[in-house]
């Protein structure tokens, strides 16, 4: 039978073997796995790239997240404004920098609900941190206004964006500091677990500097209370071989996603994400596809029949549903999309016709 697996973790390492095992020999024979050369070099690309001033390697997004705070202001019992569909770790990285994490609702594009921010605002709220998910940034426009109006600071979570662009600027580059992950998974993924911290402000970055290696600073001393978060420099040496490519990567899911629109878009039991250039203030790169579907549930089923892999993002819970936590707000917009939403596959390893397929099993279902 045909297969088009979710996502597909061998075929990413096939496909750069050769340079991985030229990268790792070059890295093994100069001994240089702790902030090397390597690391520096990674660094450099990813901040030209998204045009910030300062990108760090860390150990993986949450960190990065979470120190982003703590060096950007972030301490005890400060409010953090989140949209409750977003991975745990946003949560957890304002819970560590000793804040407080306020989820609220999800918007029609299933990124934070701008409309909502406003209501959940107390005397005690100091930011709000958006997360830029699914590959697509907020409209900061009207995140900034209401940052500025209620004198609060703005973080990212754009574990999921590197590149992705609201009018021209990347995600990363709105905040205080924001975070990129770099998981397998995600769409420029290393061989195990990574992540970056950006930002443009000095005195955060002279703070992260730090902060990631024990509180060292560049003349060895010990300066502040530090973490130990560095983003090795072998991962950092398979980064800068896949980082070559990643302008086409996005070409190449963005082009996956029009063929998803042109395919799927006249199924009316499906919503999908706004196409590519459809509008010109994003530019999205798609680290996921997630649609809202009628009977999400057997449509799951009947797909992994077909042997296409699907994904209910963060196990079908929204964050505010993880009580255990303490969480104890409703938001019935987000519950009630969290009964709909479900990720087709979307990634490099897929072909046109592995996209066709995915589509023609879609469509079949939906005629029974
Ligand atoms: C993947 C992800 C994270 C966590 O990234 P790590 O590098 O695994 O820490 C955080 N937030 C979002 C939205 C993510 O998708």
Redesign the pocket.
């Known amino acids: 039978m045909k297969s088009v697996p979710f996502f597909n973790y061998p075929h990413v390492f096939r496909s750069y073997e050769e340079q991985f095992k030229k990268a790792f020999h070059d890295v093994g024979n100069r001994g240089a796995f702790i902030m090397q050369s390597d690391l520096v070099e990674f660094e450099k690309s990813i901040a030209e790239y998204v045009g910030v001033k300062y990108a760090l390697g860390v150990a993986?997004?949450?960190?990065g997240?979470q120190m982003g705070m703590m060096a950007g202001g972030i301490g005890p019992g400060d409010e953090v404004i989140f949209c409750s569909h977003?991975?745990v770790?946003?949560a957890s990285a304002i819970h560590f920098a000793g804040g407080i994490p306020v989820p609220i609702e999800t918007g029609p594009d299933h990124l934070i609900d701008i409309d909502s921010i406003e209501a959940a605002i107390t005397s005690k709220t100091k930011a709000i941190c958006p997360?830029q998910?699914n590959g697509r940034t907020a409209n900061m426009d009207a995140i900034r206004e209401i940052a500025v109006k209620h004198g609060l600071l703005i973080f990212e979570?754009a574990?999921?964006a590197l590149g992705s662009k609201f009018k021209g600027k990347c995600a990363g580059t709105f905040g205080v500091a924001s975070?990129i992950?770099?998981?397998p998974a995600?769409i420029l993924g290393c061989l195990g677990?990574?992540?970056l911290v950006l930002t443009n402000d000095d005195s955060v970055y002279e703070k992260l500097h730090q902060m990631r290696d024990h509180g060292r600073g560049h003349d060895g001393d010990v300066h502040m209370w530090g973490l130990n978060s560095r983003l090795d420099n072998l991962q950092a040496a398979f980064l800068n071989v896949q980082f070559k490519d990643y302008p086409a990567v996005t070409s190449r899911r963005r082009q996956l996603a029009s063929l998803y629109q042109d395919r799927l878009s006249r199924i009316e039991q499906l919503s999908l994400p706004v196409a590519p250039d459809a509008d010109p203030d994003h530019f999205d790169v798609f680290q996921n596809y997630e649609i809202e579907a009628e009977n999400r549930d057997e449509l799951k089923i009947y797909l992994a029949e077909k042997g296409i892999g699907t994904l209910i993002q963060w196990g079908g819970k929204a964050v505010h549903q993880f009580t255990k936590l303490g969480f104890n707000q409703k938001l019935p917009k987000t519950e009630s999309l969290f009964k709909k939403m479900i990720m087709i596959p979307m990634n490099m390893s897929m072909t046109d016709e592995d996209l066709h397929y995915v589509c023609d099993s879609i469509e079949s279902f939906y005629a029974n």
């Open positions: 993986n997004a949450t960190d997240l977003t991975m770790a946003t997360t998910l979570d574990a999921q975070c992950s770099l998981y995600k677990d990574g992540g």
